[in-house]
């Protein structure tokens, strides 16, 4: 090992020494910012001399480091708890620190603590500068937040600091993110009376951008008509902003036609204007035409990438069209494209949502077989399908697998895996892999949550699922409407509509339940024997549907009667690997006619018999 891999090897030690004391000082305290301090208390917390001496601290200078490292490795909330030590330890942050810190609240969405930053920087005797500011700004603009960007905005004048153009295609973004488009288009007029600012071409793409999201594309043409106004040429960012709208909006032919206003306009297409071409092709249904423009792209000079045979595979698995996945495959080699890993991954999420997962391990197996690593798309496919398939214990196994690759597992892939095993009712193997995503560092999102408030529903345990109201609030993740929903349907599944009622009422009075039991001198088990003996009318409810986004319904019917095979090819002279798969129809059959129970039927009837032989959906009316 070199004196390099030493190093960084070091590095990665410290950071992990680093974030496990972290992790241990969140044992022993609340880990929500603390700033509520007054500025008496901040003066007296600033007990570092070299702090108080306005010279560069060097603690303050390594924590900021280590703060935004936590933010790279996707975990802001220890980067908040790294700041709070800091000012408890009697450091000054410095503008960079706060800036950090911004960015580590607006990764957890905890927007309503960014605007207090204000006041803590003045306490400390600094003025915030355009970076932080901005910082801000993006923050709300980003999650579409456009009023409170706008409050910030107003007070840059106020501590002096002159907004940029990019102050303004921030702001200008923020609105097309709300779906504010006019608001929009009046913040290009205040650049146009501000003598220190001037729009430029991405002023003009942004604005592009609100009109086509909103599907207005007269108006989007209208601003292209303003840019060229104003002395910009539109490039290739505009024209293929305007053809994914037009796209979008089932008129590929003439996002196609654009070409030809480009070509006037002396624009060249590139490889994103003909992927967004076939690609809205391919969705539209027409591989006529989306292979027609593969061929049409020597004439304009671009090369093919991955990306556009990607979407020619999917759009043939789409139609279940085998023949034509086998000749994307075979165009693929000769133009000198090799498979990656969103081509296994799109053929795997096939075979997945069709529920055959024997097929899926197949080409998940040539993937790696091919040299290709997977990557956390291809396990999050492996791992719904086995959730799906009722196969907890198999998606579970695949976090071995992950390590063994260098993939770390994210808060989607850990909520799938624990749907799987609410889903077979094995709550205590949920639990165990919640508290393996604290041990690791991944924090529990929404959907976390109400995967395990669905389970604990299925398992005729509510009172466990509204103990989880409060973990969820202590961990900084605030309850939806969904959330409350689902325990109040979690009480009313076993009878308790008054118990139902409280929650969501959101009434502090004491549960019914202790009333009449005094929960420390009862065990559970006499607790389940009394929930056993009530009207089980509504148990039914929410027969195996699981919440939304934990494990995705498949998108489409597939008939199903396709097995895939994966021929892989080693070069004798390199180890790249030419891989050319085709497919081969077979007799069997696994297409399964869902079964459509409305609410009311569920609750008015067992349908436990029917959960063997059929899918149950659930349908509100």
Known sequence: MDSSQKGALMSNESTKDLSVMVLKQQQYKKNQPKFSSTPEEMCNQSRCLICKGNNSCQTVHSRTKLMNTLIGKGRPHEAQVIF????????????????????????????????????????????????????????????????????????????????????????IKGFGIAGRPYESMKLLEMMGQDENVKPNDRTYNILIQAWCTKKKLEEAWNVVHKMVASGIQPDVVTYNTMARAYAQNGETDKAERLILKMHYNKVKPNERTCGIIISGYCKEGNMTDALRFL?????????????????????YLDITDTNGVDEALTLMEEFGIKPDVVTFSTIMNAWSSAGLMDNCEEIFNDMVKAGIEPDIHAYSILAKGYARARQPRKAEALLTSMSKYGVQPNVVIFTTIISGWCATGKMDRAVRLYEKMHEIGTPPNLKTYETLIWGYGEAKQPWKAEELLTTMEEGGVVPETSTTQLVADA???????????????????????????????????????????????????????????????????????????????????????????????????????????????????????????????????
Not at 90 to 103: D, E, K
Not at 140 to 167: H, L, N, R, W
Not at 509 to 522: A, G, H, I, N, R
């Open 84 to 171: 709070n030590n800091l000012t408890e330890e009697g450091h000054r942050p410095t503008l960079i620190t706060y800036t950090t810190l911004v960015a580590a609240l607006t990764c957890q969405k905890r927007f309503k603590s960014i605007p207090a930053l204000l006041s803590k920087v003045a306490d400390n005797g600094m003025k915030p500068d355009s970076i932080l500011l901005n910082a801000m700004i993006n923050a709300f603009s980003d999650s579409g937040k456009v009023d409170e960007a706008m409050k910030i905005f107003q007070k840059m004048k106020e501590y002096g600091c002159k907004p940029t153009t990019s102050t303004y295609n921030t702001l």
């Open 295 to 315: 061929y049409r792209m020597k004439e304009l000079g671009v090369h093919p990438n991955p990306v556009v045979f990607n979407s020619l595979i999917k759009g």
């Open 491 to 621: 009480w009313r599944a076993i009878g308790l509509l008054k118990e139902a009622n409280r929650i969501l009422n959101g009434s502090e009075e004491e549960s019914e339940l202790d009333q009449k039991f005094d929960s420390d001198k009862m065990p559970v088990q006499s607790l389940e024997r009394i929930y056993k003996k009530q009207k089980l009318s509504a148990s039914h409810s929410n027969v195996l549907q699981i919440p939304d986004g934990a494990v995705a319904h498949p998108e489409r019917t597939t008939n199903g009667n396709i097995r895939s095979q994966m021929i892989v090819k080693v070069s004798d002279n390199m180890r790249n690997v030419t891989t050319s798969m085709f497919f081969v129809r077979t007799r069997s059959s696994y297409g399964v006619q869902p079964l459509i129970v409305s609410r009311k039927q569920i609750q008015n009837q067992v349908v436990r018999p029917f959960l063997d032989c059929c899918r149950v959906v659930s349908i509100l009316c």
